[in-house]
């Protein structure tokens, strides 16, 4: 089931788009990204819904973090 989504734990989903965990947390909570599960240690974030960072080919350390992602279009209440 997780393979299908691009599931990934809150720590390869912050390594995928070179940001800390806080952030991919807070980018959740601001409706970003999507979370999938719910409790410590069983919360998932689809990699499809990241940006992937730029890394270093044969080291890895980060180039450049992945762009943001968009905040939600909310409609207007009028």
């Keep these: 089931m ?4 691009g599931l990934v734990s809150e720590k390869d989903a912050a390594y995928y788009a070179g940001r ?3 952030t991919i947390r807070r980018w959740a ?3 970003r ?3 999938y599960g719910s409790g410590r240690g ?3 974030y689809s990699v499809f819904e990241l940006n992937k960072a730029d ?3 044969w080291t890895r ?3 450049t973090p992945g762009e943001v992602p968009p905040l939600p279009e909310v409609a ?3």
């Design 2 to 5: 997780a393979a299908d989504r």
């Design 20 to 22: 800390p965990g806080v």
């Design 29 to 31: 909570h601001e409706g």
């Design 33 to 35: 990204i999507r979370r």
């Design 42 to 44: 069983n919360v998932r």
């Design 55 to 57: 890394r270093d080919e």
């Design 61 to 63: 350390e980060l180039i």
């Design 76 to 78: 207007d209440a009028a």
